[in-house]
């Protein structure tokens, strides 16, 4: 039954979605991981401590992570078989994001139809971390199909990929792995030494799921009828160009297959940020994209959950 795990979980997502609640396990983890950092880091340290440090707590967060799913699985095991395949189900629907991602796309894209700009601005600064202040409906519609790009990995590949590998406990792993690269693997003053060890680690857990998401963007562009040779294309040449070893290959691929280009001069702090482009510019971007990689995000997840209960 453990193969069907990953169909009930991502309906579970449909249908509920990711409940907002102080006990929801990945707001736990950040807690914990947040309780620790207040602890272990120390600003007037020496480098070396910083980096000691920061891989302290990751093998802390990972380890308690690891054991607490594994308690709670062992235990549902104990019930029987289907206390084990419910509970598991709901586990992993904890570790994926597909229905979050749409919403929250979906959300900006009407504002945006709607002439909203302000509430489109205001919406597309809770899921980026650049300046939105001052964004057209364009680069709104950028800001926003990037996000739900890249998140296809983060959110929704790896989490199965690892389920896959070692069931729910390694799924959470990978979602706590994922978690500490947000909170503190950002190469500023604070955290480029502290946060070094989650961002490495991040992007080793990221390597293998963003090159299968990869191909399977180009696979899914094809049923879609988009342009999956242009996605292919997009991923070999401009992929590389992306700051992250993992990253690009999601965002080249959507930009490829929509004839969009992403990438281009963001402002973080008021401070300019130019990223590589991804992708040719074949149409001015528009609201609509965010809805076609919505339809690329469900498509590409779709298609790794019915590999997986083949394989």
């Known amino acids: 039954m453990d193969k069907y795990i990953p169909i009930a979980a991502l309906l579970l997502d449909t249908a509920i979605g990711d409940p907002r609640s102080r006990f929801h396990p990945v707001v736990l983890i950040g807690k914990f991981i ?7 880091l120390k600003k007037e340290k020496p480098r070396n401590y910083k980096i000691a440090a920061g891989t302290l707590l990751v093998c802390l967060v990972l380890a308690l992570t690891y054991a607490s799913a594994w308690l709670i699985l ?3 095991n104990m019930l029987g078989p289907m206390a084990a395949f419910i509970g598991g189900a709901v586990m992993l629907s904890f570790t994926i994001s597909p229905r979050s991602l749409a919403e929250a796309g979906n959300e900006i894209k009407d504002y945006m ?3 909203d700009l302000n509430q489109a601005r ?3 600064g809770w899921i980026v971390g ?3 202040d001052k964004l057209d409906t364009s680069e709104i519609t950028r800001a926003t199909v990037e996000t739900v790009a890249e998140n296809i990995v983060d959110g929704i590949i790896s ?5 896959a590998i070692g069931g729910a406990p390694l799924a959470f792993l ?10 503190v693997g950002y190469k500023n003053t604070k955290y480029i030494d502290f946060g070094m060890p989650a961002a490495r680690l991040d992007d080793l857990f990221n390597y293998i799921p963003a090159r299968i998401t990869g191909i399977l963007i180009i696979i899914v562009a094809f049923f879609l009828r988009y342009n999956g040779v242009s996605a292919l294309k997009s991923i070999r040449q401009d992929a590389p160009k992306h700051p992250s070893p993992n990253s690009g290959l999601a965002e080249a691929g959507v930009a490829g297959a929509l004839g969009i280009r992403l990438g281009g001069l963001n402002y973080y702090g008021g401070v300019a940020s130019f990223r590589s482009y991804m992708g040719t510019q074949l149409q001015k971007l528009e609201p609509t994209h965010i809805e076609k990689t919505i339809k690329i995000m469900y498509g590409t997840t779709l298609l790794f959950i019915f590999l997986l209960t083949l394989i």
């Open 159 to 163: 989490p199965l990929f690892y389920f």
């Open 113 to 115: 139809l709607n002439g």
């Open 122 to 124: 205001c919406k597309v």
């Open 34 to 40: 947040a309780f620790l950092e207040a602890r272990l």
């Open 130 to 132: 650049r300046d939105t």
């Open 174 to 183: 990978y979602r706590a792995v994922n978690t500490l690269d947000s909170m």
């Open 74 to 76: 062992d235990l549902l």
